[in-house]
């Protein structure tokens, strides 16, 4: 079964707001890593956080991880038009296979 | 310089035809992996290599055969196509399972 799921599905704000998305997960981790996709784009990879850190910064974004309700979110901040994209987080897990496991994603609108 | 490139970008074919989608990355990375993503952007891993081992084949059709004649390429080769087939292929390759992974820009696989 899929082990994450992020929510909102679609998010749409005014350009110069903040973006906040959500990701849940089922299983414990070895990190979590968020990814945006443009449109017919292949997936970049933005952060990746470890199971033992709390909160990871990259310019506009903000990563925060809590494996106690094994939740995560990405805060983008001042957004801009060119933000407007699909993210999604995936685990990796403790153990097992060797593979991220994607959620679903979460369709963010940036509105001029 | 592409770090992970995958042709070609678009194929369209009849049902029942084999097709190859070719990958290849120049980061020196040992691992590589497919994945599917479907009509609603659900990405699923299908296949993980590493050192041109075969580590995870994540239940798909034998009509599916990925080829790795070394660490730096990863082909998909699709037997007797299906419609249910259509969807976007990614090729990714990361250092180990616990880092980041990088994306080609898909191939957009259509089943007519």
């Known amino acids: 079964s899929q082990q994450g799921e992020e929510d909102p599905q679609a998010l749409s704000i005014q350009e110069g707001e903040n973006a906040t998305m959500n990701c849940s997960y089922k299983?414990?981790?070895?990190?979590l890593q968020w990814y945006r996709q443009n449109s017919g784009r292949g997936l970049v990879h933005l952060i990746l956080?470890?199971?033992?850190?709390r909160e990871k910064h990259s310019g506009r974004l903000r990563v925060t991880l809590d494996t106690s309700k094994k939740s995560s979110s990405l805060l983008i901040t001042a957004s801009r038009a060119a933000d407007t994209a699909s993210y999604f987080c995936?685990?990796?897990?403790?153990?097992?296979?060797?593979?991220?496991?994607f959620g679903q994603g979460t369709r963010l609108t940036i509105n001029p | 310089d592409t770090a992970v490139s995958q042709t070609p970008k678009y194929l369209v074919t009849q049902m029942g035809n084999d097709k190859s989608i070719k990958c290849e990355q120049n980061?020196?990375?040992?691992?590589m992996y497919w994945y599917k993503q479907d009509s609603k952007k659900f990405l699923k891993i299908m296949f993980s290599?590493?050192?041109?081992?075969?580590?995870i084949n994540e239940t798909v059709p034998n009509r599916f055969s990925p080829k790795s004649p070394d660490k730096a390429h990863l082909n998909l080769h699709i037997n007797s196509l299906e419609l249910g087939d259509s969807a976007v292929y990614f090729c990714?390759?990361?250092?180990?399972?616990?880092?980041?992974?990088?994306f080609g820009q898909g191939t957009r696989l259509t089943v007519v």
């Open positions: 990714a390759s990361s250092h180990n399972r616990n880092t980041e992974a990088f």
């Open positions: 299983t414990s981790i070895n990190n």
């Open positions: 956080i470890r199971s033992n850190e």
């Open positions: 995936a685990t990796v897990m403790l153990q097992g296979a060797q593979k991220l496991v």
């Open positions: 980061l020196g990375h040992d691992t």
């Open positions: 290599y590493n050192n041109k081992e075969l580590i």
